[in-house]
C-alpha cells in the first residue's frame, strides 16, 4: 500500500524567521528558510491523518487545502505539537465527519495533558458550543489505525520519554536527544525516515546534526531528512555538507511512502 506524507512543518519550536532576530537565515529569500512548527501529513486510498498538530496548524491546513481528517497521532504534549487543537474545529463539522468525533491518539501522559490544557474541548456540559469534536485515544502498544499498523517508538527527549512512530517503511522521530537501542532496532527496514536535527552546538533535549548522521547510518533508510530545524541551519548551505540520501526537511516537501512493512 502506497501512501503520500506532506511536511507541514520543519521547524524548531521558535519558528524561522525566529521572533526579533537579525541573523542571515531569518532573513532569507529562500522559502526553505521558511519554517512552521513541526508536523507531517501522511494520506493514504481516501484516509489523511496528522502526526502532532502545532501553533502554526491554522497556516498549515490553508496551505495545504486541507479539508477534511480522519485522526491526528501525539509524539508528546510539548505546546509546539498540540497547540493546533482548537483549530481542527473546522475539520469536525458533522457534514465532513458523519457526526463522528476526529481520534487523538495519545499515550496516557500526554493524553492528560491534552485533557487539562484544553479542558473546555472535552467538557460536554460546556454551554457556548463551537467545539472541536474530538475525542482521546490512550494507546500504550502499536494499534491499527485505518487499515495500516502504528508503531509507536520511544525516543528520549532529554530526561523524558516519548514516541515518534513507524507506519509500514516510513518513520518520523522528532524531538529526541538519544534514541535508545530497541528504538533503533524497531526502525530496521525504514526507506524514508525523518530524524529531529535541531542544530550544530549540543542541545540537553534535541539531536545535533552529527549526532543525528550517526543515528541515521545505524537506522540505514535509504533516504533520512532531518526536522524541528532551527535558524542555525540555512537551507541549502547545509545540505551541501551533508552526505548523499541525508537532507533536511523544508515545509510542504511531499514524499511517497509505503505503509506495508
Given at each position: 500500500m502506497r501512501g503520500t506524507v506532506t511536511v507541514l512543518g520543519s521547524a524548531t519550536s521558535m519558528g524561522v524567521p525566529t521572533i526579533g532576530c537579525d541573523c542571515a537565515v531569518?532573513?532569507?529569500?529562500?522559502?526553505?528558510?521558511?519554517?512552521?512548527?513541526?508536523?507531517?501529513?501522511?494520506?493514504?486510498?481516501?484516509?489523511?491523518?496528522?502526526?502532532?498538530?502545532?501553533?502554526d496548524f491554522r497556516e498549515q491546513a490553508v496551505r495545504?487545502?486541507?479539508?477534511?481528517?480522519?485522526?491526528?497521532?501525539?509524539?508528546?504534549?510539548?505546546?509546539d505539537h498540540i497547540l493546533g487543537l482548537d483549530d481542527l474545529r473546522p475539520l469536525t463539522y458533522p457534514a465532513l465527519t458523519g457526526g463522528l468525533r476526529i481520534p487523538l491518539y495519545a499515550r496516557p501522559d500526554t493524553a492528560q495533558i491534552l485533557q487539562s490544557i484544553f479542558k473546555y474541548i472535552f467538557d460536554d456540559n460546556y454551554k457556548y458550543g463551537g467545539l472541536a469534536k474530538v475525542e482521546v485515544r490512550e494507546f500504550t502498544a502499536p494499534f491499527e489505525l485505518l487499515g495500516v499498523k502504528v508503531k509507536p517508538v520511544p525516543v528520549m527527549h532529554g530526561d523524558s520519554e516519548i514516541v515518534g512512530y513507524r507506519i509500514g517503511r516510513f518513520a518520523y522521530l522528532t524531538d529526541f536527544s538519544t534514541v535508545p537501542d530497541s528504538s533503533i532496532e524497531m526502525l530496521q527496514g525504514v526507506d524514508v525516515l525523518f530524524l529531529d536535527a535541531l542544530r550544530h552546538e549540543p542541545h540537553p533535549t534535541h539531536s545535533t546534526v552529527a549526532n543525528s548522521l550517526k543515528i541515521a547510518a545505524r537506522i540505514g533508510a535509504t533516504q533520512t531528512y532531518f526536522t524541528h530545524i532551527s535558524h542555525h541551519l540555512p537551507h541549502e548551505a547545509t545540505n551541501k555538507t551533508l552526505p548523499s540520501g541525508v537532507r533536511l526537511a523544508y515545509d510542504g516537501l511531499r514524499i511517497e511512502i509505503d505503509l506495508e512493512s
Open positions: 531569518c532573513h532569507s529569500n529562500d522559502p526553505h528558510d521558511r519554517r512552521t512548527r513541526p508536523s507531517v501529513m501522511i494520506e493514504w486510498d481516501e484516509h489523511r491523518i496528522l502526526i502532532d498538530c502545532g501553533p495545504e487545502h486541507i479539508k477534511r481528517l480522519d485522526a491526528v497521532l501525539f509524539t508528546h504534549g510539548h505546546a
